[in-house]
């Protein structure tokens, strides 16, 4: 399969070696593709990567990530062009936190919208995802937690299905379905909870578990 994701922060490179670990091809997609730290990367992940542009890499995708910060979601969308999109799963791991007020974060786009509902809206032919965005980038891929299952929200029934088959890959019990992409406000107002419970016991590797 090949993988498209947007960005090159933390999350998307979390998530790249990820997918290209488990068989995958990879591009990596920045506003400057050739900067350094995307070089080391390639070097550092297990399979086939390669960078370039965001809409190479949204057109290059089987499946495309949208791994940029909240704030950039618009401007990533713009500059991939919205047709690179159609038909495809997009697996949405942006939230909205707004460092306006300092830390704690709130929400930029309160409770009444949220950027999953955005990215569809704008990409109406897309079969969108929300997925990973409430963990740290560092449980993504391989969790280390027996058990766990990932929240995930989006209108597709089978879009959700293959998600979840490339969360089992990598490494989750499973995922718990919360429904349609509406409830992505919900997954990203649980983001400012976790980054006060991380703040407060100093654990950014720290993540929550649904026991049942």
């Not at 990596?28 to 190479?56: M, V």
């Not at 990533?76 to 306006?100: H, Q």
């Not at 379905?177 to 406000?185: K, N, P, Q, T, V």
Request: hydrophobic share 40%; net charge positive; charged share 20%.
């Amino acid at each position: 399969m090949k993988v498209g994701i947007l960005g090159s922060g933390d999350v998307a490179k979390a998530l790249g070696r990820g997918f290209a670990s488990h068989g995958n091809s990879v591009k990596l997609g920045s506003r400057t593709p050739d900067i350094e730290k995307l070089k080391e990367w390639r070097k550092e992940a297990q399979g086939e990567t390669s960078t370039g542009t965001f809409a190479e890499a949204a057109s290059y995708g089987d499946i495309v990530v949208f791994a940029v910060l909240g704030t950039a979601v618009d401007e990533a969308i713009n500059l991939a062009g919205p047709k690179s999109f159609a038909g495809k799963v997009v697996i949405d791991t942006t939230n909205p936190l707004d460092f306006s007020k300092g830390m704690p974060p709130g929400l930029f786009t309160g409770l009444t919208d949220s950027l999953g509902e955005r990215i569809q809206r704008e990409l109406p032919q897309a079969k969108v995802v929300k997925c990973f965005n409430t963990v740290p980038n560092s449980r993504m891929v391989n969790p280390g937690e027996k058990g766990a299952e990932m929240l995930i929200c989006g209108n597709n029934p089978e879009a959700k299905r293959q998600v979840v088959q490339i969360l089992k890959q990598f490494g989750w019990a499973g995922a718990i379905d919360l429904g349609g992409i509406a409830e992505s406000r919900w997954l990203e107002a649980f983001v400012p909870l976790w980054v006060r419970t991380a703040a407060s016991t100093n654990n950014w590797n720290s993540m929550f578990k649904v026991l049942h």
